[in-house]
Nanobody
Framework: QVQLEESGGGSVQAGGSLRLSCTVSTYTSRRYCLGWFRQAPGKDREEVAF???????SYADSVKGRFTISKDNAMAPLDLQMNSLKPEDTAMYYC????????????????????????WGQGTQVTVSS
């Protein structure tokens, strides 16, 4: 059983920074895909950034150059460093994983989406004010 838990959300002024973290209780496969998603009121959940078990990174165009997804080692949490935040970044942010037999996906944000992830955290709220 894998459990994810996000932390680090909060309220920040436009142009500010936040760092989100996601703890992963265990890994059930060597290969995996970890991702950050977000959902604003009235909108669909959207991909933010992915990191694969081999270290490959991919980002949504809307956050490229401002956000960085990272995982320092096998035991480290999944992080999302968010810089130059904009009001349109306001959303509930979710950590998600695709791992285990039958769950691995091509871990690229252009080739995978929320339906490909089988484990989800509860979310952490990010609010950016102007």
């Amino acid at each position: 059983q894998v459990q994810l838990e996000e932390s680090g959300g909060g309220s920040v002024q436009a142009g500010g920074s936040l760092r989100l973290s996601c703890t992963v209780s265990t890994y059930t496969s060597r290969r995996y895909c970890l991702g950050w998603f977000r959902q604003a009121p009235g909108k669909d959940r959207e991909e933010v950034a992915f990191i694969a078990s081999d270290g490959a990174l991919s980002y949504a165009d809307s956050v490229k150059g401002r956000f960085t997804i990272s995982k320092d080692n096998a035991m480290a949490p999944l992080d999302l460093q968010m810089n130059s935040l904009k009001p349109e970044d306001t959303a509930m942010y979710y950590c998600a994983a695709a791992m285990g037999t039958g769950a691995y996906i091509t871990c690229d944000i252009t080739r995978a989406g929320e339906k490909n992830f089988n484990i989800w955290g509860q979310g952490t709220q990010v609010t950016v004010s102007s």
